[in-house]
């Protein structure tokens, strides 16, 4: 069991940039994976991005590949999204989640058990 609260979302405008916290409870943080999903009122939901245990290898979706930088620091129960160059179309609920890695950490929302509330981003033009 690992409890996850988000924050850091806000409004800025497109060009812009914001770094998303998800901060973690419980003693098992280390040995999940950590991705972050988005998702709008009209669309479903989307992974982002995901890191491995260790915090050595990312994945990313294609639409975010060289703007967001997923990060974690397990000393501190800690996962970030860091968004540069944010576009409108960035705009959504953005949720980070964890789940037990069976060798590889993917963006299938299937693999995340535990789940934060989100927090909203919006990327005005």
């Known amino acids: 069991q690992v409890n996850l609260v988000e924050s850091g979302g806000g409004s800025v405008q497109a060009g812009g940039s914001l770094r998303l916290s998800c901060a973690a409870s419980g003693s098992t943080f280390s040995r999940y994976c950590v991705a972050w999903f988005r998702k709008t009122p009209t669309t479903e939901r989307e992974g982002v991005a995901t890191i491995a245990l260790s915090g050595t290898r990312a994945w990313y979706a294609e639409s975010v590949l060289g703007r967001f930088t997923i990060s974690r620091d397990n000393a501190k129960n800690t996962a970030y999204l860091q968004m540069d160059n944010l576009k409108p179309e960035d705009t959504a609920m953005y949720s980070c989640?964890?789940?037990?890695?069976?060798?590889?950490?993917?963006?299938?929302?299937?693999?995340?058990?535990?789940w934060g509330q989100g927090t909203q981003v919006t990327v005005s033009s």
């Open positions: 989640a964890a789940g037990p890695s069976s060798g590889f950490c993917t963006l299938s929302e299937r693999q995340y058990p535990f």
